[in-house]
């Protein structure tokens, strides 16, 4: 009996003190980042389930892509990746690395998330699929040295990014925030 009881004790404390720490995760967000999650956290999971990609990744690629979600791209062509058109469907013309850059051109957003995700199943990203979904330092550095962006610092952006706003805790528990 008292090994029970010491046993409900432990597992209540225990739990207790998970759910403490889970509370401190919780972070007063700006307005605008908070509706950049409220509007994209569900396809990030989605798109993270099926594909395996840190939803952290996701969430802070989307937003500094997309400034988030006020960049000409979002708001012209639901482009919140900055992906480039190779000569399929529609375009829009911005000056990026080149004066008359093609981006691609997606009828809503999610279509945008699907394809950034489809991006990430080429060859040229295949070291990440070895990288924990937790690891997200990994994958920010991965992508730099994959070329996904010209910027030498995107990576410590994306980081910055994450960690300034705990995106990290939607790959712990994605469906708890």
């Not at 396809?43 to 892509?65: D, F, H």
């Not at 070895?130 to 550095?141: I, V």
């Not at 996904?148 to 805790?169: C, F, G, H, M």
Request: glycine share 4%.
């Amino acid at each position: 009996m008292k090994r029970i009881l010491l046993l409900c004790s432990l597992l209540f404390f225990c739990t207790a003190g998970f759910s403490t720490y889970l509370s401190s995760l919780e972070v007063e967000l700006p307005n605008d980042v908070q509706k950049y999650i409220d509007d994209h956290l569900n396809v990030a999971i989605r798109e993270s389930k099926k594909y395996n990609i840190p939803i952290a990744i996701k969430l802070s690629q989307g937003m500094l892509e997309s400034q988030f979600g006020k960049s000409y791209l979002a708001k012209n062509a639901n482009n919140h990746f900055g992906i480039k058109w190779k000569g399929e469907g529609k375009y829009v013309v911005y000056a990026d690395d080149k004066p008359n850059d093609r981006f691609k051109f997606y009828s809503d957003v999610d279509q945008s998330w699907q394809d950034h995700s489809n991006l990430l199943t080429k060859p040229r990203y295949n070291h990440l699929r070895s990288l924990s979904k937790f690891n997200y330092e990994s994958w920010a550095y991965g992508l730099k040295s994959a070329g996904y962006a010209t910027d030498p610092n995107y990576a410590q952006k994306l980081i910055s990014i994450i960690e300034k706003y705990k995106l990290w805790r939607y790959d712990i528990n994605p469906l708890n925030w």
